[in-house]
C-alpha cells in the first residue's frame, strides 16, 4: 500500500481508486463527496467537476463494483443517474441546513474550513442569478457548495428550488461524466491515447477552467471598488 500524503485528499483520482481491505469502493466515494460538496459548507475544498470528468474516464471499473453491464452507455447513463441524486440530496440537505440555521452561518468566525466571504459572495451570485443560480453554481467550485445554503436562508421557494435541483444536478453529471467516458474512448480508439496516463494535467486543466473565471471576476470587482472609492 502507498503511503498516504495530505495533498492526497485535493487528488480525485485517490478516491476513485480507493480500496478497503482489498475491496474497491470508490463509487461510493464518489457518492459521498458529491453529496458532501453540494450539501456540506465544510466540503467545499472537495474536488467537484475534476472528479466527475475522471469518473467517466473510470466509469467502467466503478460500476463494476455494484454491478455488471454489457452496454457501455447503460453504464455510464447508470453511474450519472446516481452521481445526480446524490447531488440532489447533497443540495437538498444544503437548502434544509440554510433554512434551520437562518443568519447563523453570519455569525460564525472564519477558520480552517469555514471562510464568511464565501459565504457572501455566493449570496451576491444568487441574488444576481435568481433560481438559475441554483444552475450555474453547479459548474462553480464553492459557489455550488453555498448556493442551495443561501436559498434556504432566503427562503426560496421549494418546489422552484427543487426543480432547479434536479435540472442542474442531471446537467452537472452527464455533462461531465459523459464528456470524461467518450473522450477517453474517442482519443483510445482514434489515436491510441489513453487519458488515464494524463489525469494530473486534466486536473490541473479542469481546476483552472472552472476557477479562472472567478478570479477574473473577482479582480474585475475589486478593480471596480477601488475606482468607485476614488
Known amino acids: ?9 485535493i487528488n480525485p483520482e485517490f478516491y476513485i481508486n480507493l480500496e478497503i481491505a482489498g475491496h474497491s469502493i ?15 459548507f465544510a466540503g467545499f475544498f472537495l474536488p467537484g467537476d475534476s472528479l466527475l470528468f475522471l469518473a467517466g ?27 445526480a441524486f446524490a447531488g440532489i440530496l447533497g443540495n437538498t440537505f444544503g437548502y434544509w441546513f440554510g433554512a434551520k440555521s437562518g443568519n447563523y452561518l453570519y455569525n460564525v468566525k ?23 443560480a441554483i444552475i450555474f453554481a ?10 442551495p445554503i443561501i436559498a434556504g436562508i432566503v427562503r426560496m421557494d421549494i418546489k422552484r428550488f427543487m426543480v432547479y435541483n434536479v435540472i442542474s ?23 491510441g491515447i ?9 486536473v490541473l486543466f479542469l481546476v483552472l477552467a472552472t476557477t479562472l473565471p472567478i478570479i477574473i471576476k473577482l479582480a474585475k470587482r475589486k478593480k471596480s471598488d477601488t475606482v468607485t472609492e476614488e
Open 1 to 9: 500500500m502507498d503511503e498516504f500524503h495530505i495533498s492526497q485528499l
Open 26 to 40: 470508490g463509487i461510493y466515494v464518489v457518492l459521498f463527496i458529491v453529496f458532501a460538496e453540494t450539501g456540506l
Open 57 to 83: 474516464i473510470y466509469s467502467t471499473a466503478l460500476m463494476q463494483e455494484l454491478f455488471q453491464i454489457e452496454s457501455d452507455f447503460l453504464n455510464v447513463a447508470l453511474l450519472s443517474t446516481l452521481v
Open 110 to 132: 472564519d477558520n480552517f474550513i469555514y471562510k464568511k466571504k464565501y459565504l457572501y459572495e455566493s449570496k451576491v451570485f444568487f441574488e444576481r442569478h435568481g433560481g438559475r
Open 138 to 147: 453547479r459548474f462553480l467550485p464553492v459557489v455550488r457548495t453555498f448556493a
Open 169 to 191: 444536478s442531471f446537467l452537472w453529471a452527464t455533462t461531465l461524466i459523459f464528456a470524461g467516458h467518450y473522450l477517453q474512448v474517442w482519443l483510445l480508439d482514434s489515436y
Open 194 to 202: 489513453n487519458l488515464k496516463d494524463y489525469i494530473e494535467y486534466i
